[in-house]
């Protein structure tokens, strides 16, 4: 069983910075395409970014293009979400996914159905 670890949620202002990380259990990580997704209070879980398990290819939402990057350590297991720039619309309980199917290394998931493991969230709250 793979799990997942989130941190580094907490309360920012408004045009501050959060970097989350996600820490995953297992000798296979390289293998998992990562993904971060985020729930604000009564909407549904969206997708935000996806990293492939090469870590060469990133695909991002259109509300965090240019403020959020993403970038993955396969030595170490972590997957981090530098979130900049942030907005009260940003505010949210943040997951990490991983997709533990066979996939190109280049390979990004963007779809929540095919993401087999997530972590508990942590929540993001920006303050305007």
């Known amino acids: 069983q793979v799990q997942l670890v989130e941190s580094g949620g907490g309360l920012v202002q408004a045009g501050g910075s959060v970097r989350l990380s996600c820490a995953t259990s297992?000798?296979?990580?390289?293998?998992?395409?990562m993904g971060w997704f985020r729930q604000a209070p009564g909407k549904e879980r969206e997708f935000v970014v996806g990293?492939?398990?090469?870590?060469?290819?990133?695909n991002y939402a259109d509300s965090v293009k240019g403020r959020f990057t993403i970038s993955r350590d396969n030595a170490k297991n972590t997957v981090n979400l530098q979130m900049n720039s942030l907005k009260p619309e940003d505010t949210a309980v943040y997951f990490c996914?991983?997709?533990?199917?066979?996939?190109?290394?280049?390979?990004?998931?963007?779809?929540?159905?095919?993401?087999?493991?997530w972590g508990q969230g942590t929540q993001v709250t920006v303050s305007s």
């Open positions: 996914a991983a997709a533990a199917k066979r996939l190109l290394p280049s390979t990004v998931v963007a779809t929540e159905g095919l993401y087999d493991y």
């Open positions: 990293i492939s398990r090469s870590g060469t290819s990133t």
């Open positions: 297992g000798r296979t990580f390289s293998t998992y395409a």
